[in-house]
């Protein structure tokens, strides 16, 4: 049995979607953030050492990552590849628009998405007054400089590169876009209908019946929020 170790409004939401996809039967075991930090409970820590989500274990195997965790999972249960491309050829226009998408969505996408939530969290934060009019400077400054154009450069990227396929890896949904789900879905919330590509594949995916299966079974989530 596959157990998921499931983190309300995280990433592991990706997982249970992914076995729903599969048809695959697995169990949850569920964790809440902490109200005030949002930071993952302790617990987690006995599960994995950095104490994240998501977790799966997999026959004695502790698997950590959703990339890897994807990955795995289709290597083993997707013989029919209805979610991931061949093996051969390896040099297919469709492998390696998969294996790339898998792994800009943490590796790129995310990094600046998560840098907006943080500087934005910061001006809002509780501080003594003497110090909130420097700490919305900074705040402001790395935003308007740095943070800001990065986002609207990887927010354009994504809106272009859906221009040219529906999907992620190409004419067909595969696990590449429930990887890229995360970032999509949470910038989507930020830019609501500015990217209006990006809206619509929110809309498909939220479509699918297994996005649907694994929402009612893992609970609603709000990212970045």
Not at 29 to 51: C, I
Not at 79 to 90: A, C, D, N, V, Y
């Amino acid at each position: 049995m596959i157990t998921v170790h499931h983190l309300n409004n995280s990433r592991s939401q990706r997982v249970l979607w992914l076995l729903e996809e599969l048809e695959l039967p697995y169990r949850i075991v569920r964790y809440q953030r902490d109200p005030k930090t949002l930071l993952a409970p302790a617990e987690l820590r006995a599960v994995h050492p950095l104490g994240k989500s998501p977790v799966v274990e997999l026959d004695g195997q502790v698997l950590a990552e959703s990339a890897a965790i994807i990955e795995t999972l289709c290597e083993r249960y997707d013989g029919e590849h209805r979610l991931s491309p061949p093996l051969q050829p390896l040099d297919g226009e469709e492998r390696r628009r998969y294996r790339y998408w898998m792994h800009y969505a943490e590796g790129s996408a995310m990094p600046p998405l998560l840098l907006s939530l943080v500087f934005a969290r910061l001006k809002s934060a509780p501080m003594p007054f003497f110090v909130k009019p420097v700490a919305r400077g900074i705040a402001d400054k790395a935003l308007s400089a740095f943070v800001g154009p990065q986002l609207a450069l990887h927010l354009g990227y994504i809106e272009s590169e859906l221009g040219r396929h529906e999907w992620f890896a190409g004419e067909r949904f595969t696990a590449a876009d429930i990887q890229m789900s995360f970032p999509v879905e949470a910038a989507a919330a930020r830019a609501g209908g500015e990217r209006p590509r990006m809206q619509a594949f929110v809309e498909r995916i939220r479509a699918r019946p297994a996005y649907q299966r694994a929402l009612e079974k893992g609970g609603p989530y709000s990212l970045l929020s």
